[in-house]
């Protein structure tokens, strides 16, 4: 069964809360980008710690591969 992805916005993507968090994490891989810590197309994530994306204090963040930080649960 193929993936519905219009159902996928509808039911997860467009919640408040769902917002609130991705642009959380695109406000910290902005800043990030113009500190030189990554670059676009580097294949680096910023890992939140403790896995909450509105959590941006300092010690909280750290630069990992991308495959190490979506495989985490």
Partial sequence: MP???RDEYLKFHSSTA?????ASRNKVRRAAERNGIVR???GRDIDHVNAN??????????V?????NR???
């Fill in 3 to 5: 993936r519905n992805y």
């Fill in 18 to 22: 769902s917002k609130k968090d991705r």
């Fill in 40 to 42: 676009k197309g580097d």
């Fill in 53 to 62: 994306p509105r959590d941006n204090r300092k010690e909280n963040l750290r």
């Fill in 64 to 68: 990992v591969h991308k495959s190490v």
């Fill in 71 to 73: 495989r985490k649960k």
